[in-house]
């Protein structure tokens, strides 16, 4: 099990608390307005830290440290991108994602490395997607005998410049598109992954494990 930071306790941010809480990981859930808690139901058992998000106290107060992933979901975009920045750049958070409620931003935000969801296609499901990976399990697509989904991969950043093929080549995946700015892209021979891309692959419902071990640290250097 995990440790989960959020920051917002709105309707998103509640339902993210739940559903981690329910799955057994750790929570810890900030907002400035202690009122917000009270739309956590009386049996959740995660920590309700009253605080601003981007505060290096109140984060810590969160166990930002221990934290598998943290979501940024309040209602402002400047709040959200600069506490993701500080989980993932201070204190080195794997995995981040930040709620965004104008679209025009987020190629900067996906220039500076931060997977963000623009309100407008909103739903806690995608940042699940971002900061839990077994929750991709599902996948986008399953085939009929049920043996392969097309679903994210979550890459280490060490990753980034390295060719699609070389991803293939050590994890059963066939990468079947990119992310890259919001927009969806086809990957061409030679394509190389940049900071920011979501991969999305093809891969044996049997293999999530290994596929997660096999990218989620960065690759080994080659032998002379």
Request: with cysteine; net charge negative.
């Amino acid at each position: 099990m995990a440790h989960f930071v959020i920051m917002g306790c709105g309707r998103v941010g509640v339902t993210l608390a739940h559903t981690l809480d329910d799955a057994g990981h750790t929570v810890a859930i900030i907002d400035q307005d202690e009122r917000a808690f009270r739309r956590l139901r009386r049996n959740f058992s995660g920590s309700k830290i009253h605080g601003v998000g981007f505060d290096r106290e109140t984060l810590e107060r969160a166990e930002i440290s221990n934290a598998y992933a943290f979501a940024a979901v309040s209602s402002g975009d400047n709040s959200n991108i600069l506490a993701t920045r500080v989980a993932r750049e201070t204190y080195h958070v794997p995995h981040v994602v930040a709620r965004i409620y104008d679209p025009g931003r987020a190629e900067i935000y996906q220039r500076l490395g931060i997977p963000t969801v623009a309100a407008v296609r909103w739903s806690s499901d995608q940042v699940l997607r971002r900061i839990l990976p077994e929750h991709t399990l599902n996948g986008d697509f399953r085939e009929a005998s049920g043996r392969l989904i097309l679903g994210e991969v979550n890459v280490h950043e060490g990753w980034y410049g390295h060719m699609l093929e070389d991803l293939e080549a050590v994890a059963p995946i066939r990468v079947a598109y990119l992310s890259r700015f919001g927009e969806g892209m086809l990957p061409a021979p030679g394509t190389r992954l940049q900071q920011g891309d979501i991969v999305h692959a093809m891969m044996p419902i049997y293999a999530t494990g290994e596929i997660e071990r096999a990218l989620s640290s960065a690759p080994q250097p080659v032998a002379e």
